[in-house]
């Protein structure tokens, strides 16, 4: 949690522990979860892979990454490059309720869900 104590500056520890799902829509169906939930998360694209970060109750750093290295317009190698994604990209095909929900009618994403996955997480 906000008390627990914080590392020396330089100090070696655990910074986050990283989750591997297997495919798009998985990736999608963890972020529905978590916004369901109501979860802050930060998404990037990596560019070799999607990644959204969260954390735990306690303050430890968790990530949920896709590996879109193979996938059309996928890199093989990082070279330190992130870009936001965006919600419209990652949920190109609704698949759970709240993105249903969210998208509406028209296929768009509302305003409040846009802006959810594009907060920073503290860590």
Known sequence: GTLRPQPPAHATGLYHVAFE?????????????????GVEVALVDHLISWAMYFN???GNGLEI???T?????????WRGRNVP?????MMAVPVCKADCEMAGETGEMSEQAA?????????
């Open 85 to 89: 994604l965006s919600i419209d990209k």
């Open 21 to 37: 799902v297997p495919d798009r829509r998985s990736f999608a169906e963890a972020y529905c979860h978590l916004m369901e939930a």
């Open 69 to 77: 290295r193979h996938e059309p317009g996928g890199q093989l190698l």
């Open 56 to 58: 735990d109750p306690d």
């Open 115 to 123: 802006s959810a996955g594009t907060q920073p997480v503290t860590s």
């Open 65 to 67: 990454y896709w590996d």
